[in-house]
Nanobody, 120 residues
Framework: QVQLVESGGGLVQAGGSLRLSCAAS????????IGWYRQAPGKQRELVAN???????DYADSVKGRFTISRDNVKNTVYLQMNSLKPDDTAVYYC??????????????WGQGTQVTVSS
């Protein structure tokens, strides 16, 4: 069973930075994709950033140029460096991973989430 544990959230002023970490219990190399989603109060959960096939990255338009996703295969950890934070970035941030299983089924795993609050 895969476990994802996020950390690094907190309270920061607008314009500040935070780095989120997602530690996976298995090798991140075996994930088809791993990345970050967020959910603000009253809003749907949305993709923030994603690494696919270990190489390709995707970013939400709202965070391009400010956020960077990266991974450390030795530490089995994925990071989200968040710079120039805005109050609109306030949300619970979740780590999500996808892995292919027997029969072509894709399994999805979620972390418990970490709160990011950006004050104006």
């Amino acid at each position: 069973q895969v476990q994802l544990v996020e950390s690094g959230g907190g309270l920061v002023q607008a314009g500040g930075s935070l780095r989120l970490s997602c530690a996976a219990s298995g090798s991140t190399f075996n994930f088809n994709a791993i990345g970050w989603y967020r959910q603000a109060p009253g809003k749907q959960r949305e993709l923030v950033a994603n690494i696919r096939s270990g190489v390709y990255t995707d970013y939400a338009d709202s965070v391009k140029g400010r956020f960077t996703i990266s991974r450390d295969n030795v530490k089995n950890t994925v990071y989200l460096q968040m710079n120039s934070l805005k109050p609109d970035d306030t949300a619970v941030y979740y780590c999500k991973a996808a892995r292919s299983s027997v029969g072509g089924v894709t399994l999805y795993f979620w972390g418990q989430g970490t709160q990011v609050t950006v004050s104006s």
